[in-house]
């Protein structure tokens, strides 16, 4: 009877799409054992939860490999689609949602002149040194316009690793800092690809420049004011119409919805989705957060992280699978030594390339930043933030697919060696560099323990420390202090840079009109 | 240069699925749309969601019909992929935990006579009817195996407008019946269509009613038994390994996964997803949902229920949508008198196929039941479930659109006919019968107002109604009046129906051997 059974229902199988139910379960399975895995070596010196899943994923394929008689090695092929349409959305809205926007807001001339202006300093490196080093170590199947795309594709950060061993309650800046441009570097590097792609090699000129940077400007602005519009519609929809009266489940799903609209629509427009989903993640937990039921807020929080943290493990767990795409290997007929030189040039490069803008630019900052702040970014955590730079991730690998290969397959082997390549220095840079991050923090920046607050939007005023002092009229309105902090404020807005005086205006403006309508706490209460 | 910005990136949006995002993105607009418009007629008489839901896709399918010249009206093809593998998981799930379990157990005979006796019963009054009726009103192309399949086709049902005004707080045993027959009809009707298209209709004998049967049975046993261990499973690994330290963001994510991976792993293995998933949710909210913190506990249960809530309203825009399908209309080349008489038979056929087993059932487990429980099924609650019942739904429209066409196209004249009527039939009683349920509740069970508990894993221990008496020995181990309860309990185990002592000796072990293990509160204080 099983058995006849089993023919008999083999049919709604095939209807349910066989194929699809054997990856999403094994992809479950495997996430599920990622969870379990990483909890448990979260105390672990030297491993982090990146780390823990591309192994994973890299002996889960190495199984399959096995399983399928070296047929292939991933149960889903790489694919761009579902890389930017469902895992990088939640993972940037999230952090929007979760980050101290008042270290960001301060630190924001600084993260974006690494994230832009740094950007573009190590692409120009990138690209000159592939393309005088690559013929040198016997690679010669690219033209100028693959050297331009290479020169991206390796300037896309993951600073994932990185994040997960900073204390942000502890150098709330240095964590600002890496986190900030983590985010404009993924917008940018995409928005650069893209420029690039569609520069007519045949008739380059000097002003090409000019205008890719101009089109980047244009589009950071159109996708801000996108992503900050989406936000405030939805608080104001729900400070309008749940007046009263909360339902949970609505609420969730609402602000769900309309992030991810935010970030369709951007996308729609043909601008950044990146940046769109970022700012409207900003300004939701800035206002619509409040407006929700005490229980909405525990869920939204919970749940935007959480998916946030599949997706991210999704992401590192495929990239290992990856590794082991044995199609890609065996179009590659480029000889072990041209292979070694490779890898060897692109990992100098990124060094290099980021060492370029990471120290020049600090001192920059530092130069500008008025003394009596002492917010100078020390040369500790300058090495911080070009060490957190040093991963790629998954956006490059969805890059080199987009460049190099037709819907993830190619025939052409100088093409593969790219692919690979790319693979490669991926796995190479988080392993080995994300691998010793834990000690060089640990070694660099001495454990001083405080507390966790586990509550991302609980207020982030702890004790100033040496290197990280909080900007003191962020308490505007704290009765307590009013009178001194009324003082330091005018001082402060005497002598500091234009920025922290538009930061004033801002918080005025915010409570005497925004909140009213938006919703939000009063006097202050927030990050 | 926005123009040529626009050209410069119009690359990006076709490497990220230019049709994907225009989809998606009006979707999730349509969707907030219904989420807004929903909250404001809550307090409606006679409009319920799905109702809301059903038009507003209707007006949209009418929006796009004009906006593409009249070539389709839907953005998405009704996909049955979709349908079982993405929005019937979550909403199944979240069925199962959030359900009275109480409740659920007790009443466990009566569900299961309904939904399993009960749909062979309107199965075979369906199809007979169909098989007698359809040519009568001038409609023949159909052989044997399509009249068996619109009996178990108009034999799903669809309880989510009857559940939506129905008070779990008021009725506790009326919900749980409506409630518990809906999953079990889900799955049986699943089970059965697909067991109908194996069979060999030229070598038809008396025996394979009863095979189908005892698959039925094997099939229940082992789904029930996966989704169970699945569950049990989860909270192990929760309670093993996050003893004394918690990561919200994992617990949530293991238990999302491990849910998911259960109806997986049942589809892989051919058994009835539905079923294990429902009883994974059982299982998890009973013994998991115990073991997490508190903020995770708050997360999983708005979580579920927001997305079971998305799931289901999306259904019901796609139904909705769906409706204005332009070329199924055109293959169809039925006569109208024709296909009024399809439709007019078959919803003459739903309604008595369903009195034909609710009335005879009811009467049967009243007589079944000890005088002393005062658990009889009321005549008005018999209409009530009787009621409940007669909505078509989701589930109707995939079974038709597999059975009917290939990867949802027909270009059978007959065949799209039966797909239009299935969608004119759905929509009717949707709408019709959707929107006469709420006053029909309102004047069998005059409302007895009692204030919501917000809590769905709080106590249901109200106070005893004149219909639904709860069960004494509920609470044994109450301290405040264990003796009187002891007492209670043994006249019951003396004197009630052999699953009520079952139910007794289950309440021990689960405390003796269970909960210790598994986690979960001890002293009976969950539902």
Known sequence: MVMDFVTLIEDFSNFTGRRTVVSISIFAAVLCLCILVGHLLEEHRWVNESITAILIGFIVGIIILFASKGKNSHILRFDEELFFIYLLPPIIFNAGFQVKKKQFFHNFLTIMSFGVLGVFISFTIISVGCCWLFPKVGFEGLNLQDYLALGTIFSATDTVCTLQVLCQEETPRLYSLVFGEGVVNDATS???????????????????????????????????????????????????????????????????????????????????????????????????????????????????????????????????????????????????????????????????????????????????????????????????????????????????????????????????????????????????????????????????????????????????????????????????????????QSLSMLFERPVHTIHVHWRKFDDTYMRPIFGGPRLCEEN
Not at 392 to 400: E, F, K, N, P, Y
């Open 190 to 488: 995409v928005v650069l690809f893209n420029a690039i792609k569609q520069i007519d090699i045949s008739s380059l000129e000097s002003r090409t420049a000019v205008k890719v940077f101009g089109d980047f400007l244009y589009l950071f602005a159109t996708s801000t004011i996108l992503g900050v519009a989406t936000g405030l519609l939805t608080a104001y929809a729900l400070k309008t119409l749940y007046f009263g009266r909360h339902s949970t489940d609505r609420e969730i799903a609402l602000m769900s919805l309309m992030a991810y609209l935010s970030y369709m629509l951007a996308e729609l427009l043909q601008l950044s989705g990146i940046l769109t989903v970022f700012f409207c993640g900003i300004v939701m937990s800035h206002y619509a957060w409040h407006n929700v039921s005490e229980n909405s807020r525990i869920t939204t929080r919970h749940i935007f992280a959480a998916l946030s943290f599949m997706a991210e493990t999704f992401i590192f767990l495929y990239v290992g699978m990856d590794a082991l795409d044995i199609d890609k290997w065996k179009t590659s007929e480029t000889r072990v030594r041209t292979v070694f030189g490779i890898y060897g040039v692109t990992i100098f490069l990124i060094l290099i390339g980021r060492a370029a803008f990471v120290f020049p630019l600090s001192v920059m900052s530092n130069y500008f930043s008025s003394p009596s702040e002492r917010q100078l970014i020390t040369f500790k955590h300058q090495v911080v933030i070009w060490w957190a730079g040093l991963m790629r991730g998954a956006v490059s690998i969805a890059l080199a697919y987009n460049q190099f290969t037709l819907s993830g397959v190619t025939q052409d082997p100088d093409h593969a060696t790219v692919i690979t390549s790319t693979i490669v220095v991926v796995l190479f840079s988080t392993l080995v560099f994300g691998f010793l991050t834990r000690p060089l923090v640990v070694m660099l920046l001495p454990h001083r323990h405080r507390p966790d607050t586990s509550d991302p939007h609980g207020s982030d005023n702890g004790s100033p420390s040496k290197d990280d002092i909080l900007f003191p009229f962020l308490s505007v309105g704290d009765p307590s202090s009013s009178g001194l902090l009324q003082a330091k």
